[in-house]
């Protein structure tokens, strides 16, 4: 791949923000405009290479280019009912792609970009995304899952290795461990720790089965009530009560947190906010947890994060937007998503020959827990990410309304019936 040596040049770029947007690549609103939905902390990224785009796409180069944050998990929520008055290119996790697809919202790559992302992209990425023999989205990462973020001056490398230790150690420091129990994509971590399945059976995403309701499903829930619940804990938001869902960043900085379970995309924020982050935090594996005399090692969903385009939009803007999505995801704009937010590329060439990339803690510490306990993150069903969904028994535990551990089986028992889904 030729690689762009362009100078970047900052005069070359006016940014405005407005209600929210940044307006790059002049500040001329009467001109064609490709609005694109990102992450906040993205965005500076790749605004700084809108100009290296328009030197690359010269006939793209009168389009202003705007950028609305919005995170990935987002987009499909905010395309709404009518997804044509959307964005024109939006960043979504691969999680979505199915369910995009099946709205017709997603262009699919043209043979030309589709050569150019079987050669640059490692094979995972590109697979997840082609949907019928079409690739319908740009790789734009390979980090989507989580591990685990520690101090160091708390907890060694040894104490790391198990969640029963971790907590013990909080205990006796009177301090806490960050899980988001509000959120399935975190409490899906115990149950693929025991061996949970949970999945469309293919891309009609007319078939989904679980084994929520198996022994190994109970066995998770079981975990989550000895680790969670208020009964084994005390109150809510007693000292004694270690695992909470407060954010760790802040808590890191006030020294009130020893560890706590995110993503690489946690990290750049972690630098900015936590004093000599860069000695004092370090990153590990997610630890092993025990219930019912057995070991398991807690377990991540992982995917990659994509950049698409909208297949709804004028026709005449869909070529650009292509362009857009394809320079947004080259080498270039997947090494200034690197250096703005440390998202983990899916370029081969920044993963294989870029020694910075190559050798980042972060990055090495997601392979190495997609390596030793991870789970493909395919669409889930509604219900799966619902309030009523497999989070809401653990946040009871949390909160004290679940006072039994029989009560929390059942309820997981009413769960997975009410979100298998067979259309077939």
């Known amino acids: 791949m030729k690689k762009i040596l362009a100078t970047l040049l900052a005069s070359a770029m006016a940014f405005t923000a407005i ?4 307006a790059c690549g002049g500040s001329d609103d009467s001109g064609p405009v490709l609005k694109v939905w990102c992450p906040q902390e993205a965005i500076s990224g790749y605004e700084k290479i809108v100009p290296q785009f328009k030197e690359k796409y010269p006939d793209y180069a009168k389009y202003t280019i705007k950028f609305e944050a919005k995170g990935e998990g987002t987009v499909q929520t905010a395309l709404g009912k009518d ?6 290119v939006f960043f979504i996790p691969s999680d979505h792609l199915y369910k995009l697809y099946n709205r017709n919202v997603l262009q699919a790559l ?3 970009y589709k050569a150019l992302v079987t050669e640059r992209d490692e094979a995972f990425t590109y697979e997840f995304a082609t949907i019928n023999d079409k690739i319908m989205a740009f790789p734009a990462t390979n980090d989507n899952g ?20 971790i907590q013990s150690v909080a205990k ?19 149950f693929i720790g025991t061996g949970c399945a949970f999945d469309f059976a293919d891309a009609s995403m007319k078939k989904y089965d679980t084994t929520l309701d198996s022994p190994e499903g109970m066995a998770a829930i079981e975990a989550y009530w000895n680790y969670f619940s208020t009964e084994k804990n005390n109150a809510p938001k007693s000292p004694s009560q270690v695992i909470t869902n407060s954010d760790i960043v802040s808590g890191f ?21 936590v004093p000599n982050a860069e000695t004092k935090i370090k990153t590990a594996v997610l630890p092993s947890f025990t219930v019912g005399g057995e070991t398991y090692d807690m377990g991540t969903f992982y995917g990659a994060k994509y950049c698409a385009v909208n297949a709804l939009k004028s026709a005449d803007t869909i070529p650009a937007a292509l362009a857009l999505a394809e320079f947004f995801t080259s080498e270039e704009g997947q090494l200034a998503r690197y250096n703005a937010t440390n998202a983990g590329p899916s370029n081969k060439n920044l993963t294989e020959n870029n020694e910075t990339i190559k050798n980042d803690p972060i ?4 392979r190495a827990q997609v390596q030793k306990k991870g789970y493909v993150q395919h669409d889930q069903a509604d219900g799966f990410w619902a309030e ?16 039994t551990l029989k009560d929390a089986k059942e309820e997981l028992k009413t769960i997975a019936a009410s979100i298998k889904i067979d259309k077939t």
């Open 388 to 403: 009523t969904g497999i989070l809401n028994p653990v946040k009871k535990m949390a909160t004290g309304e679940m006072k």
């Open 83 to 88: 997804p044509s008055t959307g964005a024109d």
């Open 19 to 22: 209600g929210g947007l940044a």
């Open 146 to 165: 989580y591990f685990l973020y520690y101090d160091s001056t708390e907890l060694t490398a040894e104490d790391v290795l198990s969640l029963d230790k």
């Open 172 to 190: 006796a420091k009177n301090k806490h461990i960050s899980f988001d129990y509000g959120d399935a994509y975190y409490v899906a971590s115990f």
């Open 110 to 112: 043209p043979d030309n």
């Open 253 to 273: 900085a006030e020294g009130n947190y020893i560890a706590g379970i995110y993503g690489t995309w946690k990290w750049s924020e972690i630098k900015k906010k």
């Open 363 to 366: 990055i090495k510490t997601y």
